[in-house]
Structure formats: structure tokens, C-alpha cells
């Protein structure tokens, strides 16, 4: 019945809990190519290293999430109401536009919108006054709304009759906000993969905002990558005005100098010397070139005017470490740059990137002159080569040499001019064609079960509270047992007297030790017993034996079982024991090894002064040849006249000069005192009390006894323990105990 009622409750509540999906989808962060250039040997060899952590940044900035709630309206949440249920849906069968600047006057504002049989009803916030706008359309009705409502299919108009839709207009910095927590983004392994979720009462609304944030994020990416071609053709056309104006100025020199000096030819006799110097000056031609670019370079790291932190790149250089430390410059500013975007300029990682930065462009610049230097060693080098070559064509006309020098500095200016052309187009082209940032591994998708609530979980919920509700019963029925259940309940009435065991509930044929090597639960519990004991008992001069009593409060609490298989784990050790039937009232061991009742034992030597005790012992075990019994004998009329009439001192006295251990099986203690009168022989007194049958107001008698001081040395054994810990059995037990001299 539990699990019924259980179940009709889990049912409802699904019923008229709003769902709740969840959708993801997977993108690949690429590496930042270089367009048309071939793959440098850096490329090949070394493995870019995207920085997953920064590029999650990225894509959960504000600035990001900003650009997706503007694109999508999010600034505005639709809910059908149902008769119950109120869900979230993408957006509303017909069309709400806001009025220009309403949702930066507004703070969050909720508007119901009923479709009526042939006009919209409009209840904004807790405002009981309804606004009804005839043919579904607000503009033919004057109104302080902050949107307009209209109806563009009215074929729509018989399926939407009396629905009613909720309208939430809210802050775009509030949504933008709330998107950024929503939005989770996980990496993928070790892999350049992104998983993003988000998860809403819409499965539509989740795939378009996450589709949505991946085409913003490409976006970004590819305006990132587009910025140095950009900056490129920037710096090229800056320098293009400057060489057109050097070489139109050479061009009109060389024209004013060849009309004023009548200069046509080059002498044909100094044509090796002419060869000779041609191939220096080619190499003269190349350093220069490289210190002009040097220079051009060097006057944009430091020119202060400069309005971006990114140099330009490929510009002509030779030298591999220079371009190599403009590239990683410009990587570190898009670095710098994203970080900025997401973590704010005074970022540690900002500031970092920026010392790191200066230090880059300093070490850029230090080259740029190192390199110079090694262009004007290399120059003047050259220069002396051509001054020896020079020596052999001496003849050369002073003026032909000057025009020679005017066309050298004209082919410089025409060589640079069409290397930076070149450039320009490849830095065009690139910028054009630029690839995406990510690729779209897997767009939205969404699995169409609900993230919550767990229909799964709330039935096996639903389960077990169902099964809780018997056990509940149970557990209140067990508040009311007066039961002893455990050694908690032994400690919680009597603290002062110690647990020395507990032994496990066995069955009806297990109950005696009979084996000494048996490595049984019950075996086992009887030699934690026996060492437990031990450690209770006084500690005496010289080799007498010990004297151990075993007593209850009723009977039925397990002490002649106990008192047996005690003394037989203690002679399994290899102890001389004798135990001994003082229960003269109700005895019970002879049931255990198959004796007469009324073998002669105890009671014919207490009432005979000639009987010796001796002649009473038996063998019960065949395996236990250092265990004697001795049994109760004929059940007497007068059992306390005859335990007080010092015979059983007598017996107790001889038998500890010849056993290590006499264990003593004695009469409950509630309802006679034959325990008491003999309870100062014993060096300690077992205790028995019987989980699920001994009654919890049975132990304050005991409590009594001990602290009266009528039993000596007293420890608790509980018997009977379920190893299963389940209870619940009924007992119908009394405290009668039955003496009597019947046969």
C-alpha cells in the first residue's frame, strides 16, 4: 500500500513539474594559420598550443554574451500557461515588438496575454485591469504598453482561443548576465574540443542560443585573425606615397642630368672591371635594400603615433629572428587582447602579457639594430670592393659614373616598390579569404528527455519511501518493545558493570562446544568470552583455581549454556575445569550429555557428610579429557538449608587446589536467593542476559544486586545476539520459574 500511495504521489508531481531539457553542442578551436604563406619549418616541427582556458573566456564573456542576447531578443521570456503547469517556450505564435529605448527604462515586468475570440486581453504585473485590444492588433488602440502585439496569421485564431501567454520583459545587461552563468563549457579530453550546454524548459530556445553563441564566437575569431592583414596593407600603403615621390624625384634628376652633360653610352674598355663591380654592387644592392626595410620597420616600433600595438609582418627581412619575434609579438597582443576582453586590464595575467610585451618589443628593437650594424659592416665591406673595381675602370667618365649611381638608387626604389605590391596583395588576399576560428563539430542537439526532474530517480524514490513506510511502522513498533536488544541497552541502565561478551543466536543442535578445534561463529565467541573473563578475575598468590559463578535474573536466559560451553572452551586450552550443577531447583545440564536427572551429584554430597564429592564426577566429553562434571543431583526440598551448611564451601575450597577453573552453573536470582548465600565463594560472577527476551526494567535488579554488593564481581554476557540484526520474533516467555521436587 506504501508503494502505491508512493508511486500516485511521484506521478503527480511529475506531472505538474515543469520540464527542464538540456542541450549541447561541440566545436574544434583550429590553429591561427598565416593564409598563403607555405608552413615554415616552426609550423611542421612544433605543435601549436591552444590555451583552452583562455578561449572558454572568450566565448563566456560578456562582451559575447552581450552580442547573442542582443541577436536572439533575450531581453524577453514567453510561457504558455496551462491549467497547472506554466512552461517556458521559444517564442510566442504571434508577434511582440518593443517600443525604441523600452527595455533600458523597464526593470523586470510580467504581462499576460490572453487570446480571446477576436482580440488580445492584456494584463500587465498584479494590475487587475484588463486591457482589450479589438482585432488583435495594439495600434489601433491607444495604450502605455511598452510593445505591440499583432496577429499576423489569423488562421491561427481558433487553435490559440483561450490560451494565455506570459511576457517577461527584463534588463539586457540582467539577461546578459544570467546567459553567462547558464552557459557550461567543458573541454574534451586532451583534445582542441569544447563541448558547450545550456539547459531551459525550451528545447528550441537552447539549440538556437547555442548555435547562435558558436556564430558570434567564429565571428570574433575571424575579425582577431583579420586585424594584421588589416594593419599590413595599412603599413604598405603609408610607405607607397613615400617611394612614389623618391622615385619620381630620380627620375626627373636623371632625366636633367643626362639633357645638361649630353651623356648617351658607357665606355666599352672597362667592361670586366664594369662585370666585376656589377656583381658587388648586386650585393651592395641587397644589403641596402635590407637597411631600408630595417629602417622602415624600426621607425614603426618607435614612432609614437602609432595607434596599434601590432608590426607589421613579412615585410622583406631576411633575417629569421626578427620575423620570428614580430610573430610572436603579434600573437602575444591577440593573447593580451582576449584576456582583456574577458578578465578586465588590471588582470595579473593582463598586466603579465603586457611587461612581456615591452620587454618583446625592446628585444625586437635591439635586433633590428644589431642587425643594422651587421648591414653597414657589411656595406662598407662591399663598398671597399667596389672602390678596388672601381680603380680599374678610373677612365669612366666622372659624369657617366654619377648617372651610373643615379640608376642604382632608382632600381633600389623600383625593386622595393613592387616587393611591397606583392606583399600588399598577399596580405589582401589573406584578408579575404581568412578561415574560421572553430569549426562546428556537432551543432545543438538535444536528446528530448528531461534533465528534471528525473522521472527515473523519483520512482525508485517514490520505491523506496513506499518500502520506508512498513519499516517506519516497524520502527515504531520496536520504540514500544521492552526488549533488550543490544549491549546498548545493557549500557544505557547499567554503565558500571562491564560487557565481557556477546554470542551469536545459533541453533538447538549447535549449543554445545563439544568439539575443542571447532572454529565455528559460536566457538569463536566462547574463546573471546574465556579471554574476556580472564581479565576480570582477581589475581591471586599461589596455583589456586578460580571460581567462576554463572547466574540470570529469569530463567530461559542462556546461563546453563553458557556455563557448559564455557567451561569447555576454557578446557580446550588445556585447563583442568570443573563445572559444577548448583541449580538445585531446575537443573539442566544433564540434558546436554545425555545423563539421569538424578545421577548423584551436589545435592547427595551437601546433604550426605559421608558422601565423597569425588565419587560424583563424570566425563561428558570425550574430547575434553581435562573437563569434569558434576551434576545436581536429586532435586532436594531444602536447597538453601543445604548450600549454607558449609559443605559447598568445603567442595569449593578442595576443588581449586585441583582445577584451574570451577564454573559454577547457580539459580536465577529474582525469585530465590540460593545465588546470594554462596555469591562471596566466587572470584566473579557471570551475568546472563537474552537479546529479545530479557525485559530492559530486569536489569535494574541486577543493577541492585551489584551495587548492594550480594553478588561479587559481576560482568553482563548478552546471549542470543542476531548476527542479522533482525528482530521482530515474538516470544512468550514468563518469569515463572517452576521449582518443585517433582521427577
Known sequence: MGVILAFIGAYLYLRYTPKVYKSSAKIKILNKTKGLELPSEAFIFNRSNINLENEIEVIKSYRIMEQVVDRLGLDKRFYEEGNVLTTEIDRLPFQLLLNDNQNEKLNAKSYLISINTDAFEVVAGNQADVLVFPNFDTKLT???????????????VSKLQGKTFKVILGSA????????????????????????TYAS????????????????FNEDGINDRQDISRRTIDFIDKRFLLLAEELDSIETGISDFKRKSNLVTVESDAALGLSQRTLSENELFSVESQIILSDL???????????????????????TSVN??????NTLVFERDNLIASAGENNPAVIILNQKLKDLKANIYMSITSYKLQLQASKKQLMGKNSKYASKVYSLPAKEKIILEIKRQQEIKQTLYLFLLQKREEAAINLAITEPSIKVVEDAISSGIPISPNSKNIYIMAVLAGLLI???IIYAINLLDTKVRGREDIVEINSQIPVVGELPKVKQEDLVFSDPDDNSIQSEAFRILS???DYILPVKEGKKGKVIYCTSTIKGEGKTYVSLNLSLALSSINRKV???????????????IAEDKHKPGLSNYLHDVNYNWKDSIIKGFDKHPNHDIILSGSIPPNPAHLLTNGRFEKLIEEAKLEYDYVIVDTAPTILVTDTMLISQLADATIYLVRANYTEKNLLNFSKGLFESGKLKNVAYVLNSVDTQKSYGYGYNYGYNYGYGSKA
Do not use: C, W
Not at 149 to 156: A, E, G, Q
Not at 181 to 195: K, R, V
Not at 201 to 216: D, F, G
Not at 578 to 592: C, E, K, S, V
Open 142 to 156: 491607444s495604450h502605455n504598453l511598452p510593445f505591440e502585439l499583432s496577429m499576423l496569421d489569423r488562421s491561427k
Open 173 to 196: 545587461k540582467v539577461m546578459t548576465s544570467g546567459l553567462k552563468n547558464s552557459i557550461g563549457i567543458n573541454m574534451l579530453g586532451a583534445s582542441d574540443l569544447l563541448e558547450l
Open 201 to 216: 524548459q525550451s528545447i528550441a530556445k537552447n539549440e538556437r542560443i547555442l548555435n547562435t553563441l558558436i556564430e558570434v
Open 297 to 319: 620597420l624600426d621607425e614603426d616600433i618607435t614612432n609614437p603615433n602609432n595607434d596599434s600595438d601590432l608590426l607589421p609582418s613579412n615585410i622583406g627581412l631576411t633575417n
Open 324 to 329: 620570428e619575434l614580430v610573430n610572436t609579438y
Open 470 to 472: 512498513p519499516f517506519g
Open 531 to 533: 579471554s574476556n573473563v
Open 578 to 592: 570443573l563445572l559444577i550443577g548448583a541449580d538445585l531447583r531446575n537443573p539442566q545440564i544433564h540434558t546436554h
